[in-house]
């Protein structure tokens, strides 16, 4: 814990000269974000990127409780990077990994003023965006897993968990259409609760399926990988199927795009 201390000593004295300056860059990242439910994707994504498989939202009353089964836990490294922008230099070294540049996480500042992450060893709470310090009443034991509780904002929490809910009920299924690792995602709201899937064929890796208690929609899925300044991407396109495996046509076709700047593409499928 002295190396968690060091970290919270060097970013209080950082940030206490960030406002000496008027330098408010971290909570301009914060408010970056125009939709207040961005943030789902974001921690969809980075549980994706930690390969993990199940992925479970608690939604109560004056907070949101998310958690996933990720063998990878957090380390003094993922706190630092989490509590602060622009330094996630293992997810730099990893070019198919989403949340690569580590701001995306402050999309959670739209809710809350003070998310908790308690993974293995460590129960933190983020201040002032980016010090991380012990949290109050911390999780005692060694926890299997990463949680993260994101308390609502005093002065919003009934609005909040009415747009939360809502989001948690109709939950876009193609955010999971892209995903290699994530196949579920449960959700909590008091007496209600709910759950999306995505399921693959194991004859034939191509075709997926997702579920929702509304919906069930079928995708070809196509991947190709290509060379972008000497590291392997991967680019997927999907296409909806029907019952008889015929395709789809669409009215509009989202796009997904990652690729590092400067780099000019020619998709060939």
Same mark, same amino acid.
């Given at each position: 814990?002295?190396?968690?201390?060091?970290?919270?000593?060097?970013?209080?004295?950082?940030?206490?000269?960030?406002?000496?300056?008027?330098?408010?860059?971290?909570?301009?990242? *914060?408010? $970056?974000?125009?939709?207040?439910?961005?943030?789902?994707?974001?921690?969809?994504?980075? *549980?994706?990127?930690?390969? *993990?498989?199940?992925? #479970?939202?608690?939604?109560?009353?004056?907070?949101?409780?998310?958690?996933?089964?990720? %063998?990878?836990?957090?380390?003094? /490294?993922?706190?630092?990077?989490?509590?602060?922008?622009?330094?996630?230099?293992?997810?730099?070294?990893? %070019?198919?990994?989403?949340?690569? !540049?580590?701001?995306?996480?402050?999309?959670?500042?739209?809710?809350?003023?003070?998310?908790?992450?308690?993974?293995?060893?460590?129960?933190?709470?983020?201040?002032?965006?980016?010090?991380?310090?012990?949290?109050?009443?911390?999780?005692?034991?060694?926890?299997?897993?990463?949680?993260?509780?994101? %308390?609502? #904002?005093?002065?919003?929490?009934?609005?909040?968990?009415?747009?939360?809910?809502?989001?948690?009920?109709?939950?876009?299924?193609?955010? $999971? $259409?892209?995903?290699?690792?994530?196949?579920?995602?449960?959700?909590?709201?008091?007496?209600?609760?709910? #759950?999306?899937?995505? /399921?693959?064929?194991?004859?034939?890796?191509?075709?997926?399926?997702?579920?929702?208690?509304?919906?069930?929609?079928?995708?070809?899925?196509?991947?190709?990988?290509? /060379?972008?300044?000497?590291?392997?991407?991967?680019?997927?396109?999907?296409?909806?199927?029907?019952?008889?495996?015929? !395709?789809?046509?669409?009215?509009?076709?989202?796009? !997904?795009?990652?690729? %590092?700047?400067?780099?000019?593409?020619?998709?060939?499928?």
């Amino acid at each position: 814990m002295e190396k968690l201390q060091e970290i919270t000593k060097r970013r209080r004295i950082k940030t206490s000269l960030m406002e000496k300056d008027g330098d408010r860059s971290h909570q301009i990242l *914060a408010n $970056l974000y125009s939709n207040p439910t961005h943030f789902f994707m974001e921690l969809i994504q980075n *549980a994706e990127d930690e390969n *993990a498989e199940n992925i #479970k939202f608690t939604l109560e009353k004056d907070k949101l409780i998310f958690t996933h089964d990720s %063998p990878n836990y957090f380390t003094l /490294d993922d706190i630092e990077s989490i509590s602060n922008f622009g330094d996630n230099e293992k997810k730099k070294e990893k %070019p198919n990994m989403i949340g690569r !540049f580590g701001i995306g996480f402050k999309s959670v500042y739209a809710i809350t003023d003070k998310p908790r992450i308690i993974s293995a060893e460590y129960d933190i709470t983020i201040e002032n965006y980016n010090v991380p310090v012990p949290s109050n009443n911390s999780h005692e034991s060694y926890f299997q897993g990463t949680k993260i509780i994101l %308390p609502f #904002k005093k002065e919003m929490e009934k609005k909040i968990h009415e747009i939360l809910y809502k989001e948690l009920k109709h939950l876009n299924i193609n955010y $999971l $259409l892209f995903l290699t690792s994530v196949k579920e995602i449960d959700w909590i709201a008091g007496d209600e609760k709910g #759950k999306y899937r995505r /399921d693959v064929q194991k004859n034939n890796i191509r075709y997926v399926k997702l579920q929702s208690p509304e919906t069930s929609l079928k995708y070809y899925l196509l991947t190709k990988n290509i /060379d972008v300044d000497n590291k392997i991407l991967t680019l997927k396109m999907a296409i909806q199927l029907d019952d008889e495996n015929n !395709f789809i046509p669409c009215d509009a076709s989202p796009l !997904f795009v990652f690729s %590092p700047p400067k780099s000019k593409l020619t998709l060939i499928f």
